[in-house]
């Protein structure tokens, strides 16, 4: 399975933009980049995902290296309701079948503050 | 989307017994999944559940422990049996490929 790297916790003030990065050095090229958040006391929420090409969608934009060794995802105006965990995940094949299924790491706890 | 309910929402159970937990789908899905949250700790996928056949567990997780049910496309039980402490967790069950939505969790405290 491909592996993320995440930092633990980052900043951002309201209003502004948060970006948040994630390395994923060994995906491998059928993989997709995934981002989820979860929120204090509720289960995680899909956000994006991509495979090469950047994406964006009400939520936020995810922005993918050519070489697909990292990406960042892009709150574009951060609100105090942003304040969660965000996991950036690669999708790895179920071994049950052609279902993926989502492995977790630590993600990011993002502040946002007043 | 798919919006998914989750029962009970919290529970506290006394060491050696069992609960089961309940998700329901507004929508057919062919695999559920159940993860559990540790306090503190990421989400671990315990098992996938299909539809019509046993369900396919995940490294250090046994069936004996967490059996599952599957009788239909809407509706899946995790059980956690004999518990103890250390099965303190939130228990999240979800459904999708492309985009995965999760229940709200049962949060489990075991005394």
């Known amino acids: 399975d491909a592996k993320t790297t995440q930092p633990p916790s980052m900043d951002c003030a309201e209003g502004r933009a948060a970006n948040l990065p994630c390395n994923h050095s060994?995906?491998?090229?059928?993989?997709?980049v995934y981002w989820y958040r979860q929120i204090h006391s509720q289960g995680p929420q899909y956000i994006i995902h991509?495979?090469?090409n950047n994406e964006t969608n009400e939520m936020a934009s995810l922005i993918i290296t050519e070489d697909r060794k990292s990406s960042t995802l892009i709150l574009p105006h951060a609100t105090l309701r942003d304040t969660a965990v965000y996991y950036c995940?690669?999708?790895?094949?179920?071994?049950?079948?052609?279902?993926?299924?989502?492995?977790f790491g630590k993600g990011t706890l993002l502040t946002v503050n007043p | 989307s798919a919006v998914i309910s989750q029962k009970p929402s919290r529970d506290i159970c006394q060491r050696g017994t069992s609960l089961t937990i309940q998700c329901q789908v507004d929508?057919?899905?062919?695999?559920m999944f159940w993860y559990r949250q540790q306090p503190g700790q990421s989400l671990t996928l315990i098992a996938t559940a299909n539809q019509g056949s046993e369900a396919t567990y995940e490294s250090g997780f046994v069936i004996d422990k967490f059996p599952i049910s599957r009788p239909n496309l809407t509706f899946s039980t995790l059980t956690v049996s004999n518990m103890s402490p250390e099965d303190s967790s939130i228990y999240l069950c979800?459904?999708?490929?492309?985009?995965?939505?999760f229940g709200q969790g049962t949060r489990l405290t075991v005394v």
């Open positions: 995940i690669v999708r790895v094949p179920n071994s049950g079948g052609s279902n993926y299924k989502l492995t």
């Open positions: 929508s057919q899905v062919t695999m």
């Open positions: 060994t995906i491998s090229g059928n993989e997709y």
């Open positions: 979800s459904v999708g490929a492309t985009e995965a939505f």
């Open positions: 991509g495979l090469k």
